[in-house]
């Protein structure tokens, strides 16, 4: 799963598979040895958990960088590798 940012001890990564059952753009975050799915769209938490704190930051730079993410997302679905993104500053 390509990291595409990481900031504050928290990792999100992009991935997708034609066989697997997510159709709704999201990023997958890891923080401490828990994880997370976050839609791109609203940020909404989709599955898993991290610390309240955590999230809210994610969703912070879900909604500074959502064009960067979904134009990711769509080199994901070709098969192609995610770019890298800034991280929350």
Do not use: C
């Amino acid at each position: 799963m390509p990291t595409i940012s990481m900031f504050y001890g928290i990792i999100v990564s992009m991935f997708f598979e034609i066989n697997d059952k997510h159709h709704l753009p999201h990023v997958h975050v890891r923080y401490q040895g828990m994880k997370a799915s976050l839609a791109i769209q609203d940020g909404e938490l989709l599955a898993g958990e991290i610390p309240i704190r955590q999230l809210r930051m994610v969703q912070v730079w879900i909604d500074l960088h959502r064009d960067e993410l979904l134009a990711d997302w769509e080199l994901a679905m070709a098969g192609e590798t995610p770019f890298r993104i800034d991280p929350l500053k």
